[in-house]
């Protein structure tokens, strides 16, 4: 199985950053696509940032030119660094991972999350 542990996440002033990490570990063969979701109170919760294993990224609108998502391969982690938050970024952000996992054999690739972390943006 694979385990995602979520960091960096707390209170912060508009306009201000942060910076979320997550560390991936367990029986994982090969991490396909790295992402960041975000669900706000009463809301879906939606994509808000993907790289995948070549590097190629993706960002949901509102976020972009604020965020920069990245991964460490070797380290099997993936970070948000978010700047100029406001309040709309407010809500809890969750670590997703596409990985193929290994037992006795090689595993499909499966979706991972992390527990999340809560990020709030104050006005």
């Known amino acids: 199985q694979v385990q995602l542990v979520e960091s960096g996440g707390g209170l912060v002033q508009a306009g201000g950053s942060l910076r979320l990490s997550c560390a991936a570990s367990g029986n994982i063969f090969k991490i396909n696509t790295m992402a960041w979701y975000r669900q706000a109170p009463g809301e879906q919760r939606e994509l808000v940032a993907s790289?995948?294993?070549?590097?190629?990224?993706n960002y949901t609108e509102s976020v972009k030119g604020r965020f920069t998502i990245s991964r460490d391969n070797t380290e099997a982690t993936v970070h948000l660094q978010m700047n100029s938050l406001n309040h709309k970024d407010t809500g809890v952000y969750y670590c997703?991972?596409?990985?193929?996992?290994?037992?006795?054999?090689?595993?499909?690739?499966?979706?991972?999350w992390g527990p999340g972390t809560q990020v709030t943006v104050s006005s």
């Open positions: 997703n991972l596409i990985a193929s996992t290994y037992s006795t054999r090689i595993h499909p690739p499966a979706d991972y």
């Open positions: 790289i995948t294993s070549g590097g190629s990224t």
